[in-house]
């Protein structure tokens, strides 16, 4: 407990200050340990991470093809919780959504953050690759990107957008979107980008990341597709709450059903769950409020790399197959293929019928 | 020209082909309902998980006996089969045996054990085998013969063939792949028996075939 004095009482009243209690504060100091699997013990060292870090590190937030849904998500949040407070703390110096400047202003702010350097980059949204698709200010997105994300210490690409392309990148892509990690390796710039697959962005994700960061002075340990593995290395069907229907072969059939009234399993109805990877039926949204099963609807799989396009339809168990020109389910494929092999042996013992085969043999065996 | 019964299968052979059929009738059954849940259960019946469990412990049988043929391919004291399956020499048969099957030739030549129809066939069955292992493997969440955690061990897997939703597409169409080959087995196996009477089908259970004397 006497750690927990070491939160000055300055650093305190600021929150204080913003309608923040210091209970809230060491709350979501908590809650954050608990979300980087840390031990209680941790509390006190958080709170002083941020404390240190209301030193303001700086963080550029860089909006591309999106619909800008990963900032609406922070701050929309319901009362002074993570998102403030990190925002609060952070100082985010550049975020075209969100910030008062505009224009020429702006873009002074931003040049300004770029010669200070040493700031998180945080990526919203995929990167055009198409000349002329996507501009900012008269500059292609690929080039701003290239151009910040030198001097940045960490980056971070929130959202499936900025992650794989997301929905801005379904087929057919016309202006060519695909996600900050390739297009850093397009534009030959090698630094670990620490990918927040979702749609949107979880927050919680997001600060416990920062706050990971501010602390350990390092980013978390990543998945092949970059994403942190403690956010995404189970399944949402393996923590699902409605996990204990579909063991019991419990299933939603319709929606509006007497099943559905009684929360059975999605997954007849296209869960995607056990497929995707991420803490949702932990973590959940809107501070902890719900997440999708929760709320009725089955996992969609925006948390994983080529959502949506391979994971549509939404209300259906498996994708579509895709081969050129065809488009099919699996199971016309399988009903296809069956219906061709009874067929093809109906047509063969029809032929060696009329063709008399095997008249002439007889049975017999060395007597 | 007259026949004589051959001892065809030994009885190792016997017992991995028909634990081959039980388990893939098993994985068959309980894949179409891990991919269609068609009957519903109680809390107590718990009919999902044991469905999973029947389909790992199947699949376990599978991959073993798979094991166990290749095993007696090339050390049975039996028959040392493996020279049979070589693709070159088949490729070369090929055209004779399709030449029979399409009713363009009345006679094909003589084969020790397998024509190269079947040869090919069964090289991809052990392919198949394989192939559904991997991917079933990328899908499982648990540890393969309780040491392989499966899920780190394969993600390769799923990387390669573009997510486990993928997986699951190639995991679902080998099946069918399976019953396809399982059609044309069985109807291969009547027909002879049927049409030359000589005793194919029973042989997989008694061990003896007729053959043409040489
Ligand atoms: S609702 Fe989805 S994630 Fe939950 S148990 Fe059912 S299939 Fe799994
Ligand atoms: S539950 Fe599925 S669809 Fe919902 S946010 Fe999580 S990954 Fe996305």
Same mark, same amino acid.
């Given at each position: ?79 002074? %919780? ?37 700031? /998180? ?51 057919? %892509? ?170 093809? /042996? ?19 065996? %060395?007597? | ?49 044991? $469905? ?37 020499? &088949?490729?070369? *048969? ?11 030739? *009345?006679?094909?030549? *003589?084969?020790? =054990? ?26 499982? =969440?648990? &540890?393969?013969?309780?040491?392989? &955690? ?7 897997? &799923? ?15 080998? $099946? ?39």
């Amino acid at each position: 407990m006497g750690d927990r004095e070491e939160i000055s009482k300055q650093f305190l009243g600021t929150f204080e200050f913003q309608g923040i209690k210091r209970r809230d504060f060491l709350k979501f100091c908590g809650a954050t340990a608990a979300l980087l699997g840390l031990s209680e013990s941790f509390i006190p060292k958080i709170a002083a991470a941020i404390e240190k870090a209301s030193k303001r590190p700086p963080v550029v937030w860089l909006n591309f093809a999106s619909d800008s849904g990963c900032t609406e998500a922070l701050i929309k949040a319901t009362y002074p %919780n993570a998102a403030d407070l990190v925002l609060d703390i952070l100082s985010v110096d550049y975020n075209e959504t969100i910030m008062a400047a505009a224009g020429k202003q702006a873009e002074e702010i931003l040049q300004n953050s770029k010669k200070a350097g040493d700031y /998180i980059l945080i990526v919203e949204g995929g990167v055009p690759t198409k000349k002329g698709h996507g501009m900012i200010a008269g500059k292609e997105m690929l080039d701003i990107l290239k151009e910040f994300s030198g001097p940045a210490v960490a980056i971070l690409a929130v959202g499936s957008c900025a992650t794989f392309g997301g929905v801005p990148a379904a087929k057919p %892509n016309p202006s060519q979107i695909i996600g900050v990690t390739e297009a850093l390796k397009k534009v030959g710039v090698k630094k670990a980008v620490v990918n927040l697959d979702l749609c949107p962005v979880n927050v919680e994700y997001l600060v416990a990341v920062v706050v990971n960061y501010l602390l350990l002075g390092k980013l978390p340990e990543l998945d092949s597709f970059g994403r942190p593995k403690m956010f995404y290395g189970q399944t949402i069907h393996e923590n699902c709450e409605r996990r204990a229907n579909f063991d019991a072969g419990r299933f939603v059939e319709t929606f509006g059903s007497n099943e559905e009234a009684l929360g059975y399993c999605l997954y007849k109805m296209g869960c995607k769950g056990p497929m995707t990877y991420s803490a949702c039926p932990k973590v959940m949204y809107n501070d902890r409020i719900s997440w999708c099963v929760k709320s009725g609807g089955p996992c969609i799989g925006c948390a994983e790399h080529g959502w949506p396009d391979k994971f549509a339809g939404f209300y259906e168990r498996l994708p579509d197959v895709k081969l050129p020109g065809i488009q099919a389910t699996a199971d016309k494929i399988g009903a296809v293929a069956g219906v061709a092999t009874a067929v093809g /042996i109906a047509a063969h013992a029809i032929a060696t019928k009329s063709s008399g085969r095997g008249k002439g043999e007889k049975e017999g065996g %060395n007597k | 020209m007259a026949n004589e019964l051959k001892y065809e299968w030994s009885l190792a052979l016997r017992a991995e082909h028909w634990v081959r059929v039980i388990a893939i009738a098993a994985l068959v059954f309980t894949g179409f309902y891990i991919h269609w849940p068609f009957i519903s259960g109680s809390a107590e019946s718990a009919v999902m998980s044991w $469905m999973k469990f029947f389909h790992s412990v199947a699949a376990y049988a599978l991959v073993l006996g798979l094991v166990v043929r290749v095993y007696l391919a090339f050390n049975s004291a039996f028959d040392r089969d493996w020279k049979d399956f070589s693709i070159t020499k &088949n490729l070369k *048969d090929l055209p004779d045996m399709l030449a029979y099957y399409l009713f363009v030739n *009345d006679t094909h030549k *003589d084969y020790r =054990k397998y024509n190269p129809l079947q040869a090919f066939a069964y090289l991809l069955i052990a392919v198949l085998i394989i192939f559904t292992t991997f991917t079933g493997a990328a899908l499982y =969440k648990g &540890n393969a013969f309780g040491f392989i &955690n499966a899920q780190e061990s394969f993600r390769w897997v &799923n990387a390669m063939l573009g997510g486990e939703s993928y997986t699951r597409i190639w995991h679902f169409l080998s $099946m069918w792949v399976f019953i396809i080959f399982l059609g044309a087995h069985m109807y291969m196996g009547l027909i002879w028996s049927v049409v030359h009477k000589d005793k194919t089908f029973s042989s997989i259970f008694t061990g003896y075939k007729l053959k043409k004397k040489f």
